[in-house]
């Protein structure tokens, strides 16, 4: 499917998205004037959120080069957003140029642009993006896309990245993760991410349950969860421990961790192997 297929359709310009939100925060670059009007109002209440959101990405970075470095090859990225640096598919290839990545999300800003990144890399034979929704299970492992580029019989590396808080609890989104889990082979790999505001300082907790509140004029409305909710998506995973679960600054950290940082306590983090 070329780029301008899904640019053809229609996007709902004056209503932000998590994922426009998401490449806002983390680039200071807005798709669209609607995005940065909203992602204002949103820093206003939560200053640190450039921090958390590079917090955030720099774990994915680090997720994927440990999984590669345990013999994963093959990644299915749900939820991967707007394409920036330290993409998936280009921190994997650092280390193997054979890996192969399926991307997948629901925003079709994210899927034109990347698809427009791919295409013009000359990455299409070993990396796509699908517009796809984490609660479709088998429209994501059934699409074309996914069977020609994933082996089923192989370890995959699922990457679930800041995404959880968007998935309401209505649609069960622990069951949701529970299908793809089950769609895995043995020895497969999952990482996540999920906001919380559970060990966060009373002033921080404030900022956070606010700016949270916001979402509810997005497409996508956040879900706040604890440490034993988070700790649920990775039944039948053993988790990597060390690190265990703990904050995305503090898994596996390639630099000094700053403990006093605001940012650092609202955001949990683990990786877990299929048994």
Same mark, same amino acid.
């Given at each position: 499917m070329a780029a301008n297929d899904f &640019?053809? %359709?229609?996007?709902? /310009?004056?209503?932000? #998205?998590?994922?426009? *939100?998401?490449?806002? +925060? *983390?680039?200071?670059?807005? @798709? +669209?004037?609607?995005? &940065?009007? +909203?992602?204002?109002k949103v820093y206003d209440e939560l200053p640190f959120l450039h921090t958390w959101t590079m917090h955030n990405r720099a774990f994915l970075v680090r997720a994927v080069r440990f999984m590669v470095s345990q013999g994963i090859r093959q990644f299915l990225d749900i939820g991967s957003g707007l394409p920036t640096g330290g993409n998936t598919h280009e921190v994997a290839r650092e280390i193997d140029p054979s890996a192969r990545v399926v991307y997948v999300d629901k925003d079709l800003d994210a899927v034109a642009r990347a698809h427009q990144l791919l295409q013009h890399e000359g990455s299409t034979k070993? #990396?796509?993006?699908?517009?796809? $929704? *984490? %609660? $479709? #299970?088998?429209q994501i492992i059934g699409h074309p896309e996914s069977q020609r580029l994933l082996d089923f019989d192989e370890p995959i590396g699922l990457l679930i990245v800041s995404v959880l808080p968007f998935v309401p609890d209505d649609s069960d989104p622990h069951r949701l993760v529970g299908q793809l889990r089950d769609c895995l082979p043995t020895g497969s790999q999952f990482a996540a991410t999920h906001v919380s505001l559970e060990d966060a300082d009373d002033h921080t907790k404030q900022q956070g349950t606010i700016a949270a509140s916001l979402y509810k $004029? #997005? /497409? =996508?409305? @956040? &879900? *706040?969860? $604890? %440490? /034993?909710? !988070? @700790? %649920? !998506? !990775?039944?039948? +995973?053993?988790? &990597? =421990?060390?690190?265990?679960v703990t904050y995305a600054t503090d898994w596996l950290p390639d630099q000094p961790v700053d403990l006093d940082e605001p940012a650092r306590r609202c955001n949990f983090a683990a990786v877990g192997r299929k048994l």
């Open positions: &640019q053809a %359709r229609d996007v709902d /310009a004056g209503k932000p #998205t998590s994922a426009r *939100l998401y490449h806002y +925060f *983390l680039t200071g670059e807005p @798709v +669209f004037r609607s995005d &940065q009007i +909203f992602g204002d070993t #990396t796509a993006i699908i517009e796809g $929704d *984490l %609660r $479709d #299970t088998e $004029d #997005t /497409a =996508d409305p @956040v &879900q *706040l969860r $604890d %440490r /034993a909710t !988070f @700790v %649920r !998506f !990775f039944d039948g +995973f053993t988790i &990597q =421990d060390p690190p265990g």
